[in-house]
């Protein structure tokens, strides 16, 4: 469903906020570069150093946006928003201008020294093999380790400001909820569920801390040990003992996107999402009874709380019209004091069930992938790669409707007959379904497989047909048992349709045919098509690849839990009480962000995070506007979060970078000399290259996160 929003926020370029957004962002990336370079700036000039240049952004063949002369020093912001610089007489980044500096410095020191007579010639001819005072490389190596070193302490320094101001004006945050899990994925087998609150996250002693972010659980996965998994502590409500579990991230290799994870969604509010209270073609639109902001307190008459509570009421009333009472605010005109007052009303509204839409085809089962910890299935002995046979003595059907048909079924004991791999004959195992008072889905995502709550198993619905359901289109297509299928595009209604939406983009084509099994996740993606939409499906019959286009259709006694609510995230707002409480967190904001970028250099140092969790310019400047569209304190905490990030790359021992130079000022602080010009034009072009390499990579990683953006 983020995905509809965000296809259909692609005019957001007319949004007036949005600018706004930009602006304050760019405005807080150019015054982290700024504080870097004033750094610099500050102390070269208090160790009488003589800046010729303060640019943030680069100048390259001159080109700047605006400059000026004020005493020695051009300021100026260049026409390349890649960084900044403080151009020190005697000192550049550039390893093809070091021999160009070390002789303007000595050319500056005989300019400076006037030549009265022959008698002055000697003095004159020494003190052009000196350099001028006022040169970078004449400072003592403590004093240029100071200069080297500002950029990153006044970073270090602002990010604590940074986070200081954020707390002080009250920082919104997504609270470490687990809003649903990922079906089969190692949280979903730990045996996590909706409304679980996580209050400790890894090995940490000490008390339990209900103020954790999402973030931070998103930080202890991609962090987290691999082998051991990553320890959490959970608040179940209804449940007096706390629950520990320790789920296993997944490999990097195993995300797209280069990121462990254990498979848990953000958690969701009960107020409907500002913008769009819902999806365009459910029950719930179709109402036209919902407003963007309205709250959700009751369900057939059962108090809504959280948005766990939710979920269950759709679960176990899928098939059923609910009554759905939802509290608005409001603006009322007070006739007395001729001004409005903010009032809540409460509105009940009927939400007819939602069908669900089939082209008629049931597919066969798979194997078990896994099993839940704490499930019926363990309990029974279930293992993964049992192929359920039967149930009850009955074909296990259709897998997609399966999970719904054993919920019916809670608190039943229910005999099931697998074919085990290393048996020879099927074996029978019994297990009492447990009471499930929540679902799962694919979250429309491929390759995701179906799970049975009532049970605690996973399993993929295969690409083969097993069956076709009568007066449905597939019938009517052709298609019949054994067919193997291939493809389906979606195709937008036809134009003559009066019910087309023409508005609404259509998903991309899901392939059949691979090692993924996508068919549950095309069934969830099914359900949402513009209405008139077509399924332009492909598959193999006896040997020939055929091809079809069929219009979804309800399929008679089958529904699908959800209405098309739109949801806003659950957040709060962590405001601090006093000047040295803000202090205090702003301090601990900016420890953990620098500690955060130390381990992610590790973990991509070490293989466990991969080099596709990277962000070139492209990636920064989208999240510094969405921070910035978020509130004032959001964009600080980012800055916070880019400060630290700048403070410790920038003084990686890269040649070129503040902790290359350093490393060669420790060197001749040992030696009592500088490394040799040819060593450290050497070092310094090396780690122009690996610099330059960096960029180009990052920023074809930007590249491609833009085509995926836009479809491509």
């Not at 084509?509 to 090692?515: L, S, Y």
């Not at 098509?529 to 006694?557: F, H, M």
């Not at 969790?613 to 916070?640: C, E, K, N, R, Y």
Request: net charge negative; hydrophobic share 40%.
């Amino acid at each position: 469903m983020d995905n509809l929003l965000i296809a259909q926020s692609t005019n957001s370029y007319l949004d007036l906020g949005m600018w706004l957004g930009i602006l304050k962002a760019a405005f807080g990336l150019g015054l982290v570069i700024f504080v870097h370079e004033l750094g610099h700036f500050l102390v070269a000039r208090l160790c009488g150093v003589k800046c010729e240049k303060f640019y943030i952004g680069f100048d390259f063949f001159g080109l700047s946006l605006f400059k000026f002369q004020r005493g020695e020093t051009e300021y100026g912001i260049g026409v390349f928003p890649l960084g900044g610089y403080v151009k020190m007489l005697g000192q550049d980044d550039d390893p093809r201008k070091f021999a160009e500096e070390s002789e303007r410095s000595r050319k500056s020191a005989e300019d400076s020294t006037p030549v009265a007579d022959e008698s002055t010639a000697a003095a004159t001819e020494a003190t052009t093999t000196e350099l001028d005072p006022r040169s970078y490389m004449a400072q003592s190596v403590p004093e240029r380790m100071a200069i080297i070193s500002a950029g990153v302490i006044m970073n270090v320094i602002f990010a604590c400001i940074f986070a200081m101001v954020a707390y002080a004006m009250g920082v919104k945050y997504i609270v470490c909820v687990v809003g649903n899990v990922m079906p089969g994925d190692a949280a979903w087998q730990a045996g996590l569920q909706p409304g679980d609150r996580i209050v400790r996250i890894g090995d940490g002693r000490g008390e339990d801390d209900d103020q954790l972010r999402f973030s931070d659980l998103f930080s202890g996965v991609a962090f987290g040990d691999r082998e051991r998994g990553v320890p959490l502590r959970i608040r179940r409500e209804g449940v007096e003992e706390v629950i520990e579990v320790a789920p296993k991230p997944s490999k990097a290799s195993d995300e797209k996107d280069g990121r462990p994870k254990i498979g848990v969604a953000p958690p969701s509010d009960t107020k409907l999402y500002t913008s769009q209270p819902a999806i365009s073609r459910s029950t719930v639109a179709r109402t036209g009874k919902f407003e963007g902001g309205d709250e959700i307190v009751a369900i057939n008459g059962q108090p809504i709380k959280t948005h766990a509570d939710i979920l269950a009421a759709l679960a176990a009333h899928r098939s059923e019209v609910l009554q759905v009472a939802v509290a608005r605010e409001s603006e009322e005109a007070n006739a007395s004091e001729e001004e409005s007052v903010a009032s809540t009303k409460t509105i009940d509204v009927e939400v007819p069930a939602q069908p669900l839409l089939r082209l008629g085809l049931i597919t066969e089962m798979g194997p078990i992938t896994a099993i839940q910890d704490g499930s019926p299935a363990k309990a029974a002995g279930f293992q993964p790669g049992d192929q359920i046979i039967s149930v009850d003595g009955e074909p296990p059907g259709d897998p997609i409707t399966l999970p719904a048909r054993l919920r019916e079924r809670a608190l039943e004991t229910v005999e099931f007959s697998v074919a085990r791999p290393s048996e020879q004959e099927p074996i029978t195992l019994t297990a009492t379904l447990r009471e499930a008072g929540w679902y799962e889905k694919t979250f429309e995502m491929k390759g995701m497989p179906v799970t049975v709550p009532a049970l605690g198993i996973a399993y993929h619905a295969l690409h083969r047909v097993e069956a076709v359901m009568e007066g449905l289109p597939a019938a009517e297509a052709g298609i019949s048992a054994g067919d193997q299928l291939l493809k389906a595009e979606f195709l937008p209604a036809d134009e003559e349709s009066d019910d087309a939406e023409s508005d609404r983009p259509l998903p991309g084509a899901i392939q059949f045919d691979g090692e993924e099994h996508n068919w549950a996740a095309f069934i969830d993606v099914m359900q949402w098509l513009p209405a008139g939409a077509r399924v332009k499906l492909s598959w193999i019959s006896d040997g020939e690849t055929r091809e079809a286009e069929l219009e979804p259709q309800p399929a008679e006694g089958q529904f699908y839990p959800e209405r098309g609510f739109l949801f806003q995230s659950l957040t709060k707002t962590r405001k601090a009480s006093s000047l040295i409480e803000a202090a205090r967190l702003g301090i601990r904001e900016t420890s953990e962000s620098v500690w955060q970028v130390f381990q992610f250099l590790n973990g991509l140092g070490t293989g466990q995070l991969s080099t596709e969790m990277l962000g070139g310019p492209g990636t920064i400047a989208v999240a510094a506007g969405s921070s910035a569209q978020a509130g004032i304190p959001q964009l600080l905490i980012f800055l916070t979060l880019l400060s630290a990030n700048l403070a410790v790359v920038n003084f990686l021992p890269i040649p070129i970078l503040d902790g290359g130079h350093m490393v060669f000022l420790i060197y001749e602080g040992i030696r009592g000399k500088p490394p040799s010009e040819k060593v450290m034009i050497g070092l310094s072009y090396l780690g122009l290259i690996f610099i330059l390499g960096l960029m180009i990579y990052v920023t074809s990683l930007d590249i491609q996160r833009l085509f995926v953006w836009l479809g491509f």
